[in-house]
């Protein structure tokens, strides 16, 4: 491997790193807030669950940044090539 490309897999690491916190926070920040307005709402003794307004779509935002996050990476330059390739003989 040459410089270059240590260098790019490190930013690439290093980018992977940062995304997989920044969801670790997202998480944390889910459950602190929601079991907060799950608190609320058994306290008021109210009997329609409203928190399920803020727990599913932030849920499906949860679900996203997790994809994001641990999902597999942007196809490598070399793969693009590839593909580009493949497509230039079947034209």
Known sequence: MTTTDEQ???????????KQRD?????LMYVVINLALVVIWAVTGAKFFWPVFVIVPWGIGVVGAAWDAFSRELPTETEIRRTMDQLRTRS
Request: charged share 45%; proline share 0%.
């Open 8 to 18: 790019e897999l490190r930013a690439r690491a290093v980018k992977r790193w940062k």
């Open 23 to 27: 969801f670790r926070i997202h998480v």
